[in-house]
């Protein structure tokens, strides 16, 4: 069974920016689709961005598009997601994830079937 690893989580004030790291424990294949997800305590988990790495399409959420990037580098194994310009609201548990059906990307939860154990992101004000 793979293995997905988060690191680079921690603090940061408004306008800070951290990148967060994914490694698998096995080679993942790039037609399989990539993301990250983030959850507060008490709310649903939500979307961040997902990646396709085969031909490179990534999907973003509303509310970090022109902050955040996610890129994988294949030969690192390595998923990642830079996060600039932070805001308070931004401050959660980040969770990678990747796809349950290759081929298949996008944005829904239900697209993912494998998750890490999170990192967590505090941006103060």
């Known amino acids: 069974q793979v293995q997905l690893l988060e690191s680079g989580g921690g603090s940061v004030q408004a306008g800070g920016s951290l990148r967060l790291s994914c490694t698998a424990s096995e080679y993942i294949p790039d037609t399989s689709c990539l993301g990250w997800f983030r959850q507060v305590d008490g709310k649903d988990r939500e979307v961040v961005a997902s990646?396709?790495?085969?031909?490179?399409?990534?999907y973003y959420a509303d509310s970090v598009k022109g902050r955040f990037t996610i890129s994988r580098d294949n030969a690192k194994n390595t998923l990642y997601l830079e996060m600039n310009n932070l805001k308070p609201e931004d401050s959660a548990v980040y969770y990678c994830?990747?796809?349950?059906?290759?081929?298949?990307?996008?944005?829904?939860?239900?697209?993912?079937?494998?998750w890490g154990q999170g990192t967590r992101v505090t941006v103060s004000s």
């Open positions: 994830t990747r796809g349950r059906k290759p081929g298949h990307c996008g944005l829904p939860i239900y697209i993912f079937d494998l």
């Open positions: 990646t396709y790495p085969y031909n490179g399409d990534t």
